[in-house]
């Protein structure tokens, strides 16, 4: 079982930066492909970005240049550094940990709010 606890949240100007953390506990985060999604209100949760075991990562077009996914495997922690954030960013962030074998196994934090003023 793997517990996932984001933090980094808050409230911010339009063209600020933030950085999120996801802390996991229970399990090796190496074994697992980790990823950022976000929901804002009255939208489907979305795919922000995404990080391989073996360190590869994509982003959804409307953070590409802006955001950027890493992990600290050392230190079982996921970050999420948003820099150029903009009032349409605004939503709460969820961590997402799958694990690719027999089966898939996926964890989901309880996610950070994040609101950009403008």
């Known amino acids: 079982q793997v517990q996932l606890v984001e933090s980094g949240g808050g409230l911010v100007q339009a063209g600020g930066s933030l950085r999120l953390s996801c802390a996991a506990s229970g399990s090796n985060l190496s074994f697992y492909r980790m990823g950022w999604y976000r929901q804002a209100p009255g939208k489907q949760r979305e795919l922000v970005a995404g990080?391989?075991?073996?360190?590869?990562?994509n982003y959804a077009d409307s953070v590409k240049g802006r955001f950027t996914i890493s992990r600290d495997n050392a230190k079982n922690t996921v970050y999420l550094q948003m820099n150029s954030l903009k009032p349409e960013d605004t939503a709460v962030y969820y961590c997402?940990?799958?694990?690719?074998?027999?089966?898939?196994?996926?964890?989901w934090g309880q996610g950070t709010q994040v609101t950009v003023s403008s």
């Open positions: 990080i391989t075991t073996y360190g590869s990562t």
């Open positions: 997402n940990a799958r694990k690719y074998d027999t089966s898939v196994t996926t964890y």
